[in-house]
Nanobody, 115 residues
């Protein structure tokens, strides 16, 4: 069964940086698209960024002009570079991919931005 696993989260001070990773395994098929969502405490889950198999990135308002999405050539590894982090970036970040017309989600990883 296909699995998506996030890593690279943690605690960082305002203005700092983190690099999240997402690894896809358990499927002979590769995702058509992959992306990142986040959910702040008490808030609705929101779209951060997506990337297509040809490398084309797209960003939502949540990226705030400070995040960069990327992938490797296999479409099995995907990344989110987050710079100049702010307290409002705090939340659980989720990796997602679309495989054979279905969305698959990771379990999420905590990012906390605090002094």
């Amino acid at each position: 069964q296909v699995q998506l696993v996030e890593s690279g989260g943690g605690l960082v001070q305002p203005g700092g940086s983190l690099r999240l990773s997402c690894i896809v395994s358990g499927s002979i098929y590769t995702p058509v698209t992959m992306g990142w969502y986040r959910q702040a405490p008490g808030q609705e889950r929101e779209w951060v960024a997506s990337i297509y198999s040809n490398g084309t990135p797209k960003y939502g308002d949540a990226a705030g002009g400070r995040f960069t999405i990327s992938k490797d050539v296999t479409m099995k590894r995907m990344y989110l570079q987050m710079n100049n982090l702010k307290p409002e970036d705090t939340g659980v970040y989720y990796c997602t991919g679309t495989i054979r017309g279905h969305s698959v989600w990771g379990q999420g990883i905590q990012v906390t931005v605090s002094s």
